[in-house]
């Protein structure tokens, strides 16, 4: 879907992040089309935990999408990572502070441990700082580790500001249709942590996979 480039206000961009008011009215206008969802539904229906696996720079939709869920959210320690922390943890996010390049293996054992407690977890393997759309090994870990599956997730806008950032970051304009697509349930199948990493290329075409049914 197209959507359109430009760099938005640092103002705007800080009040999108920090005043909840405003994403809240923001976000109230945005329309929602959902490709797949019956993939969530059902896993839920089983009580089954799971890992979303969504590419950092479409964060901000999904948020809205599945806030007050009782998701736990990785969030990066990294300075940049603390406005959208702020932003989750208004929207009914727990977090868990951390990534696979700062406090990697703390971050690790929580995420397992909120797993092995039967909780939904969101991490974007692309996340804090890129580069975009390569699949980092810190969910596979996870997922091997929990035995949980990993569902791809990904959102499109047919009206956004896309951020002069590393990854593009989308901000849906007011009224925009966002369409989200699911893809299958995935089990990570190699028998050790180290050895899930090698599964990130076939966790990164099945990103790409779900980010084109988004586009349609």
Known sequence: MAAESEELPLKMRMTLFLGKGALS???????????????????????????????????????????????????????????????????????????????GERALLALVRELKRGKEVAITPDGPRGPAARYAPGALVAAQRSGAPIVPIAATADRAWHL??????????????????????????????RAAAGEASRFEEIMNRTVSAANG
């Open 164 to 193: 002069k950032s590393w990854d593009r970051f989308i901000i849906p304009k007011p009224f925009a249709m966002i369409t989200v697509a699911y893809g299958a349930a995935e089990q990570v199948t190699s028998p050790t942590a």
């Open 25 to 103: 009215l923001l976000a109230a206008s945005w329309r929602y089309r959902v490709i797949n969802g019956s993939v969530v539904s059902e896993l839920r229906a089983r009580r089954s935990p799971f890992i979303f696996s969504l590419w950092h720079g479409q964060l901000l939709p999904l948020l809205w999408l599945h806030r007050r869920q009782g998701v736990a959210l990785l969030i990066s320690e990294h300075r940049d990572g603390e406005l959208i922390a702020r932003t989750a943890s208004a929207l009914g996010y727990e977090l868990v502070r951390g990534s696979t390049t700062r406090g």
